[in-house]
């Protein structure tokens, strides 16, 4: 309707109740997405649930100016929403954490239900190999929208500190955003650009496939996850994991058995674990293997499990 998806969605809540009404049909449960559903109060007629796919309060945090002013006001309608609720879902218990701090809803109204992963980008199963001799063998890849509390800036900040461990070593980054300028910049700035692609979005969902295909290594050191779909999608492509121990990420990618955790914000332990990771097949082979066995219990049908579960619970 817009070409801001954000004033789409508003629109859309102001006139959510009369599209209801106009459906006449008999619910057993009406789910609203985080904000989604803000307007309605909970009076729908039905059971009303929401279910935090992030929790706005708790991005909100790490970004500023005009990014920060739009979370606060989705954690204002989020916040809404969640009160509104009989029971509100969250993807890991990080997000239960900080929905009951930030929101101040009661623990026993929430319930639990990790993100399931995308079949069509996922590709759960035996990798021939880790490609410690491919074309592609130094290839880090990032999978993104570039917000600050992604901390891409950390990730371009240990080029060249890997560099000079791993001269070949070369980072794919996929996703535009807030940030992808200063972003840009800040690899030009560090004399960077011949090792750092930016790849902006990606027109399919093919073309996403092949990115996780021809890498080795998987970097994401965000501040902030209230859960990381990115990590299961690159576990299941069998890549090892270097990331921030920040958020939920220590829930879905554990140190040492599926990735190596790092502190927040520190570029030079960021190099040092990708080096590991580029010069350790043996080390990068363990925990990408560990990452498809545990990609694959994180599918569809087990998060739909998990959220009729706590309907019921």
Known sequence: MFRSLDATRILY????RSRLSAMKRPYDVVVGFDYDGWAL???VGSRYVVALK?????ERTFETGWTRLKFGLYSTMEARNARSAELVFVTSEHSRKVAVAAYGLSPERL??????????IASVGPREAWRGGAPDALSVLTVARQYRRKDIATLIRAVPGLLESVPQARLRIVGDGPEADRNRRLASKLGVTHAVSFLGSLESVDALRHEYERASVFCLPSRQE????????????GLPIVAAAAGAVTEVAPHQQTSLLV????????????????????????????GIKRAGGFSWPAAARAFLDGLHA
């Open 54 to 58: 992030g929790v706005a309060a708790d």
């Open 41 to 43: 109060r909970g009076n």
């Open 226 to 237: 209230g859960f990381g779909i990115v990590f299961l999608e690159a576990m299941s492509h």
């Open 111 to 120: 319930r639990l239900a990790p993100e399931g992963i995308d079949p069509t």
């Open 13 to 16: 809540n102001l006139t959510l």
């Open 263 to 290: 502190p927040p914000g520190d570029s030079q332990a960021v190099a040092e674990a990708l080096a590991r990771l580029l010069t350790q097949p043996d080390l990068a082979q363990r925990l990408g293997t560990a």
